[in-house]
T-cell receptor
Framework: AQSVTQLDSQVPVFEEAPVELRCNYS??????LFWYVQYPNQGLQLLLK??????LVKGINGFEAEFNKSQTSFHLRKPSVHISDTAEYFC????????????FGGGTRVLVKP | DAGVIQSPRHEVTEMGQEVTLRCKPI?????LFWYRQTMMRGLELLIY????????DSGMPEDRFSAKMPNASFSTLKIQPSEPRDSAVYFC????????????FGPGTRLTVT
């Protein structure tokens, strides 16, 4: 069975500072990894995904994530955040064993302060 | 494409009433997912369909919940009778069936049961 742990439920950060959101997963087979963002009162929107190949994945809005198989992690980073990055961020995993079913982490709420 | 369409966007109803939530997936997608999001339980997968056939309904909380997908462009989630604890945001998402394709989420239906 797959599971996803987002280690931080809330991350306050000042505008223009860097941010890292941590995500660890467990799976016995090869995985596909995703980060989604949810802005207030909206649905989830894909930020980036890792399927195979390069372990550093670049997404929209200046975000990137690094897949680390040995540490079973997929941490999300942005070097300089904006007020508009205030949102909730979800890490998710799927894999060939699970078909196209996604398992989501509990989410990390990012609050960007001026 | 218009994206995943959900209706209504907001629903307020009294306990005991029947509630029907509607979803139109992205044209060409053959997988459809229903999720529920609450503060207490986070994002939960209720049920998903491949090619209009229910594949996994293990997340449906009770027999009061039912979902149908009569054709590739329409799905409903029904709660009968509704209870205050059903209050949540319900999301519909769609994707291609095979491969590591991301899910596209609708804007959600905010349900309040009084």
């Amino acid at each position: 069975a797959q599971s996803v742990t987002q280690l931080d439920s809330q991350v306050p950060v000042f505008e223009e500072a860097p941010v890292e959101l941590r995500c660890n997963y467990s799976s016995s087979v090869s995985v596909y990894l995703f980060w989604y963002v949810q802005y207030p009162n909206q649905g989830l929107q894909l930020l980036l995904k890792y399927l195979s190949g390069s372990t550093l994945v670049k997404g929209i809005n200046g975000f990137e994530a690094e897949f680390n198989k040995s540490q079973t992690s997929f941490h999300l980073r942005k070097p300089s955040v904006h007020i508009s990055d205030t949102a909730e961020y979800f890490c998710a995993v799927s894999g060939e064993a699970a078909g196209n079913k996604l398992t989501f982490g509990g989410g990390t709420r990012v609050l960007v302060k001026p | 494409d218009a994206g995943v369409i959900q209706s209504p966007r907001h629903e307020v109803t009294e306990m005991g009433q029947e509630v029907t939530l509607r979803c139109k997936p992205i044209s060409g997608h053959n997988s459809l997912f229903w999720y529920r999001q609450t503060m207490m339980r986070g994002l939960e997968l209720l049920i998903y369909f491949n090619n209009n056939v229910p594949i996994d309904d293990s997340g449906m909380p009770e027999d009061r919940f039912s979902a149908k997908m009569p054709n590739a462009s329409f799905s409903t989630l029904k709660i009968q009778p509704s209870e205050p604890r059903d209050s949540a945001v319900y999301f519909c998402a769609s994707s291609f069936q095979f491969g590591a394709y991301e899910q596209y989420f609708g804007p959600g239906t905010r349900l309040t049961v009084t």
